[in-house]
């Protein structure tokens, strides 16, 4: 295999940090990937959406924290030992910004092939997945990818759709 042909094999993945909620394993790409923290008390701020958290000073920097439960309508849970933080960081149109999202658990780091992706299903013309990246099985297990650009910027109520019944090898 040739340099050129590593390159270009490399270039076909892309890495994503997985966690978990209510369950499910969910990917964010690694390289929005700050830090993982584990879960401390946040400041509240009036007037907020109720899955913002509040704040924390990150050596710094006002960092919002969502919890990602509630921005996907997801049951509420107590925080324990293990809830943590993932810090993440995106390029917007207005500068970076960085927010935190509160998971269950964080889990892996795969490696994952763009031609393994697949998209979510268009389940109605009302549904708001564009924060979904797409859907891909790793180790017998459906991944769902998220898209943290929209998840971080996106003023709008986020719902996962209903996957139960989708099969990514049938896409």
Request: charge should be negative.
């Given at each position: 295999?040739?340099?050129?042909?590593?390159?270009?094999?490399?270039?076909?993945?892309?890495?994503y940090l997985t966690f978990i909620m209510a369950e499910e394993e969910y990917g964010v790409d690694i390289l929005a990937v700050q830090e993982i923290r584990g879960w401390e008390e946040t400041t509240s701020?009036?007037?907020?959406?109720?899955?913002?958290?509040?704040?924390?000073?990150?050596?710094?920097?006002?960092?919002?924290i969502m919890d990602l439960r509630r921005r996907f309508g997801l049951k509420p849970v107590e925080y324990s030992p293990i809830t943590v933080v993932i810090i993440l960081k995106v390029s917007t149109d207005q500068g970076e910004k960085v927010m935190g999202i509160v998971v269950d658990a964080v889990s892996d780091?795969?490696?994952?092939?763009?031609?393994?992706?697949?998209?979510?299903?268009?389940?109605?013309?009302d549904d708001n997945s564009d924060f979904l990246r797409g859907l891909v099985n790793v180790k017998d297990k459906m991944v769902i990818l998220l898209d943290?650009?929209?998840?971080?910027?996106?003023?709008h109520p986020l719902e996962l759709p209903s996957l139960s019944e989708y099969d990514p090898g049938h896409a």
């Open positions: 295999m040739s340099s050129e042909d590593v390159e270009v094999q490399a270039s076909d993945e892309q890495q701020i009036p007037n907020a959406p109720d899955y913002i958290q509040g704040v924390i000073n990150l050596r710094g920097t006002i960092v919002p780091v795969y490696s994952i092939k763009h031609s393994d992706v697949r998209q979510p299903p268009d389940l109605n013309q943290v650009g929209t998840l971080l910027t996106s003023r």
